[in-house]
T-cell receptor
Framework: EAGVVQSPRYKIIEKKQPVAFWCNPI?????LYWYRQNLGQGPELLIR????????DSQLPKDRFSAERLKGVDSTLKIQPAELGDSAVYLC?????????????FGPGTRLTVT | KNQVEQSPQSLIILEGKNCTLQ??????????LRWYKQDTGRGPVSLTI?????NTKSNGRYTATLDADTKQSSLHITASQLSDSASYIC???????????FGKGTKLSVKP
């Protein structure tokens, strides 16, 4: 069975440019998460989806970040415009249900460098 | 404040040696505690999940312990291998919604 798929794996952009990340969760997983992980830190939740509904986006910087999960399957996270401080690894994860009760599976991440 | 603190921040050991990583948490209400292994350039992979009633769980050479009274957990790695070099992240699940609180991780380097 395929795991969580993310693309691209690496992205280098100049500040003020837009960027988008894509995630395809494990088939059948209703819950999808986007995390940001800075160097030497643990992942920080940006947004959580239950099917197509964003149920926790309290940590998402809404002035520049947006996300969507159309049809409740794959998801896209966008940053516009990017800032130097956005350089980080963006991880997508999925689970059958709430992560508290179910195993959470992570993708390989997208490493974003903003110059 | 809900926090997960890990120690040491980094650790270097020789291949074949054992080591123990520590995790202290203040998350409440507690649902479960997980240890993840994250190889460089990869996403975290779950090693163990422990609920309140479990005080030890093993996964091969990895053994996790949990003391829910003192809110402490440890991850013991036996007979370390070069492939154990990674970051180990302690994660506590909070409440019925299962919000995950991540520690900063311990970076382990196993040298030949």
């Amino acid at each position: 069975e395929a795991g969580v798929v993310q693309s691209p794996r690496y992205k280098i952009i100049e500040k003020k440019q837009p960027v988008a990340f894509w995630c395809n969760p494990i088939s059948g997983h209703n819950t999808l998460y986007w995390y940001r992980q800075n160097l030497g830190q643990g992942p920080e939740l940006l947004i959580r989806y239950e099917n197509e509904e964003a149920v926790d986006d309290s940590q998402l910087p809404k002035d520049r970040f947006s996300a969507e999960r159309l049809k409740g399957v794959d998801s896209t996270l966008k940053i516009q415009p990017a800032e130097l401080g956005d350089s980080a690894v963006y991880l997508c994860a999925s689970s059958l249900g709430l992560a508290g009760a179910y195993e959470q599976y992570f993708g390989p991440g997208t490493r974003l460098t903003v110059t | 404040k809900n926090q997960v603190e890990q120690s040491p921040q980094s650790l270097i050991i020789l291949e074949g040696k054992n080591c123990t990583l520590q995790c202290n948490y203040t998350v409440s209400p507690f649902s479960n505690l997980r240890w993840y292994k994250q190889d460089t350039g990869r996403g975290p992979v779950s090693l163990t999940i422990m609920t309140f009633s479990e005080n030890t769980k093993s996964n091969g050479r990895y053994t996790a312990t949990l003391d829910a009274d003192t809110k402490q957990s440890s991850l013991h790695i036996t007979a370390s291998q070069l492939s154990d070099s990674a970051s180990y992240i302690c994660v506590v699940s909070k409440g019925s919604q299962g919000n995950l609180i991540f520690g900063k991780g311990t970076k382990l380097s196993v040298k030949p």
